[in-house]
């Protein structure tokens, strides 16, 4: 089935989160939080949003710290409708999750903390992401989707484990960022 998406990133994000959201996103910059349209959110069946998280703080941020979404934006948004993907750092450390959560979406899923990614290959919260996408596409309902995800991004990382040496830093690195996106979770 064909999901109506919306992605939303970092500049430097786009390859990655295009191939994981399977929608061509929005990216900042040179989208800014002044000129966003929180009415692209609406009416969606998934949101994927992959921009710069700082703890406690009530905004997201592009690449070069460009303010691109404010929590203000979500305001009396009716996302009931929707699956939203938050592949931002520390997203449960701050005021986005009690605001996303205010929109009642179907399903709100994400992580905690720093989730590293690579911009231009499918690793951690992007690699789920792409997981939760097709599990979604598949008809799965969320929950089922996300611990289908999780599994594929296991297998996936489990074949890393087997080809890794100690001195492959970027191999290392991947890992660990698959094993950090298998503790995000379903959040409403």
């Given amino acids: ?14 390859y990655a989160v295009s191939r994981a959201a399977g929608a061509e996103p929005l990216t900042s910059p040179p989208m800014t939080a002044d000129a966003f349209d929180a009415g692209l959110l609406l009416g969606r ?23 691109a979404l404010t929590v203000d934006a979500l305001q009396n948004l009716n996302l009931r409708k929707t699956v939203v993907f938050v592949a931002s750092c520390h997203f449960t450390a701050g005021p986005f999750l009690d605001a996303l959560l205010a929109c009642r979406p179907r399903a709100l899923i994400a992580g905690s903390g720093e989730n590293y990614a690579r911009n231009q290959s499918l690793v951690g919260p992007h690699l789920l992401g792409y997981f939760l996408r097709r599990s979604l596409e598949a ?3 969320p929950r089922l989707a ?7 991004v ?8 087997s080809r890794a040496k ?18 995000f979770e379903v959040l409403t």
């Fill in 1 to 14: 089935m064909h999901l109506d998406t919306f992605a939303y990133c970092a500049a430097s994000q786009r």
């Fill in 45 to 67: 069946d998934l949101l994927y949003l992959a921009l710069h998280g700082i703890p406690d703080q009530p905004y997201w941020y592009g690449d070069h710290y460009l303010t």
């Fill in 139 to 141: 008809g799965l309902p």
């Fill in 146 to 152: 996300l611990a289908t995800a999780k599994y594929r």
């Fill in 154 to 161: 296991q297998i996936t990382t489990n074949r890393l484990k």
């Fill in 166 to 183: 100690a001195k492959d830093t970027r191999l290392v690195e991947d890992i660990q960022a698959n094993t950090d996106a298998l503790q």
